[in-house]
């Protein structure tokens, strides 16, 4: 069963901005301050709800707090999508069809 509270953790751009960061690679809350605007207080709340929610791992180096994506959470909303791709899919093709109808018009 999917935790409900990820919709509503990853609602908030800043939080998404941050895991695209991390997809990218390792941050410091450092490195995550300098690319966005917000303070170290503001980047540190939201690495702890995204920690708290298992989206990011903490490793410690010596003083230095380093963060990585941890997308196995994400699973559960690809998994929850997939029966409503096959509806996309299908509106896709539709419109795909009238495209093709109207240039050979």
Same mark, same amino acid.
């Given at each position: ?5 990820? /919709? $509503?953790? +990853?609602?908030? !751009? ?6 695209? @960061? ?14 966005? *605007?917000?303070?170290? !207080?503001?980047? =540190? #709340?939201?690495? %702890?709800?995204? %920690? ?7 490793? #410690? $180096? ?6 990585? +994506?941890?997308? %196995? *959470? +994400? ?7 997939? *029966? @409503? %791709?096959? /509806?996309? =899919? ?5 419109? $795909? ?5 109207? $240039?050979?018009?």
């Amino acid at each position: 069963m999917m935790n409900d509270n990820l /919709f $509503e953790i +990853l609602a908030e !751009p800043n939080r998404r901005t941050i895991l695209d @960061y991390l997809r990218v690679k390792e941050c410091t809350v450092g490195e995550i301050v300098d690319l966005m *605007p917000l303070s170290q !207080p503001g980047v =540190s #709340k939201h690495l %702890r709800i995204l %920690r708290e929610a298992g989206l990011v791992s903490l490793r #410690k $180096e010596a003083q230095t707090h380093v963060y990585s +994506l941890n997308a %196995r *959470p +994400l699973e559960e909303i690809h998994d929850w999508l997939e *029966p @409503y %791709r096959k /509806f996309w =899919s299908n509106k896709l093709d539709d419109l $795909e069809r009238i495209l093709d109808q109207d $240039e050979s018009s």
